[in-house]
């Protein structure tokens, strides 16, 4: 299985998007997380790298591709624990290689069996374990574990339609610097309709990191993709231009304390195939070309909204709203 080192990039962002938040609140164990202006753009701009993540998982092809939203060695900190704290994700690096984790997943099918020849596995896994997926750099020990898992719920009839998800997938890690692990369990789907594909994601994500306070999240989201006119959708093939509408919820824990978010197509993104080609191999930052989404948080002690923006496939602005 090949693995998009753009995809495992972007791949499990809430886990430690949470930990921006972690130790900011009061001292009440079951009082309102409480969410800063800062903070909240800082949720903007995970939701942003989910969003771009969730497109890429509309194929079958794409889900293998990305390990299905997965976490990655490009969440693990290479300095300390409290760069967690309040810093934006594009300061991390990928620590390894996609094709050090691609060739440590063992598949329980090569290739994978296909009644219908669609594409969609009738029935397929990617086992990811110890000793075969530790690794080591210079200064920290990186632990893989956890299942991949694809199926097609009509193996017999050649469609777009899949199921996925992971169970208990773990990126643990070690060393001088600190330890812990993110994990991210969850499933998701896409149906077809006359309208094109609906997609359907529950993902739950804990963060456990050496003396910093654990934090979790649960996002639940749904959203939809039609072809534009004159385009078509193809099983076998990659999405061609069309128009993505997400929208879920996003709700965020540290110990007792939570806060909910609510995300919000406003201007249904546009989704270009060949920025989406030009984003796998590094000419373009992301697949839409417009869109907005807002993202909203409201509780006990604030309320608030950040526009999550795109234009010209490049990286997502995230503006406070005026709405």
């Keep these: 299985m090949s693995i998009s080192r753009r995809t495992l990039a972007r791949a499990g962002m809430l886990a430690i998007g949470a930990l921006t938040f972690a130790g900011c609140g009061g001292d009440s164990a079951t009082a309102p997380l409480p969410i800063t202006t800062d903070q909240l753009q800082s949720m903007g701009s995970s939701v942003a790298t989910e969003l771009e993540g969730a497109i890429s998982q509309l194929t079958a092809q794409d889900v293998m591709n990305s390990n299905g939203g997965a976490p990655s060695f490009s969440r693990v900190p290479h300095a300390t624990v409290q760069m967690f704290r309040g810093l934006s994700m594009d300061r991390y690096a990928l620590s390894r290689s996609a094709t050090d984790i691609s060739q440590c997943g063992v598949a329980s099918q090569t290739p994978p069996v296909d009644t219908d020849g669609d594409q969609v596995p009738d029935n397929f896994s990617v086992t990811f374990a110890l000793p075969a997926c530790h690794f080591a750099d210079a200064t920290s020990n990186y632990d893989v574990t ?178």
């Design 146 to 323: 956890g299942v991949l898992r694809i199926s097609d719920p009509q193996p017999g009839t050649a469609g777009l339609a899949l199921s996925y998800g992971l169970e208990n997938f773990k990126v643990a890690f070690s060393g001088a610097n600190g330890s812990g692990y993110i994990s991210r369990d969850g499933s998701g789907s896409v149906s077809v309709s006359t309208g094109g594909l609906s997609q359907t994601v529950n993902w739950t994500d804990l963060a456990v990191l050496t003396g910093v306070t654990s934090a979790s999240d649960v996002l639940h989201w749904t959203a939809t993709f039609a072809a534009v006119q004159g385009q078509s959708l193809v099983a076998g093939r990659a999405l061609p231009d069309g128009v993505y509408q997400p929208n879920g919820s996003v709700t965020l824990s540290e110990g007792r304390r939570s806060a909910s978010f609510t995300v919000t197509t406003i201007d249904p993104l546009q989704y270009s195939a060949s920025c989406a080609a030009g984003a796998t191999q590094g000419t373009s930052m992301t697949p839409f070309t417009a869109g907005r989404v807002r993202v909203s948080v409201t509780n006990q002690q604030n309320s608030g909204s950040v526009d999550v923006t795109y234009a010209s496939c490049n990286t997502a602005t995230v503006t406070l709203s005026t709405q």
